[in-house]
């Protein structure tokens, strides 16, 4: 159904849910600069609202975002450059540039910049396709992504 949310497992207890719209949230919500939910626990109120990303650049937003899908696909921990993290680091930044390209429709600079990611993301399935197939098809159901 369209409103249904796939879930992922991911290291140390969190959840990323993925959404139809291929939209990333998290049950425990991130900090900015690193900060951990164990030192946030022990900050004032103030603080932790500064600190929420609530508060943060959309460049911050998607970054923590990107590390977040990154997760969810790694095979080890410390893993990143796998094709499915790979894949699924890119999509989080293509939906980002999508955002931006639709308010700032004239840059062309941006444009060039996610025409190139769409080209290496296809790339990256491609590859996975002829490779394992099977993960293939895990990812690009978890990512909502168009079979190439």
Known sequence: SIGALRTLPLQ?????????MNKFSTHQI???YGVTSEIAQ???????????LDNASRSEVTQVRVGQAIKAFQIRPGDTGSTPCQIAG???????LQTHMKKHRKDNTSKRGLEAMLTKQRKLLLYLKRK?????????????????
């Open 12 to 20: 140390r207890g969190l959840q990323l849910t993925f959404s139809p």
């Open 30 to 32: 991130p900090m900015r």
């Open 42 to 52: 022990e900050l004032s109120e103030p603080v932790k609202r500064v600190l929420s």
């Open 90 to 96: 890119l999509a989080v930044k293509i939906q980002a």
């Open 132 to 148: 394992d197939f099977d993960m293939y098809r895990t990812t690009i159901t978890s990512l909502k992504l168009v079979p190439v």
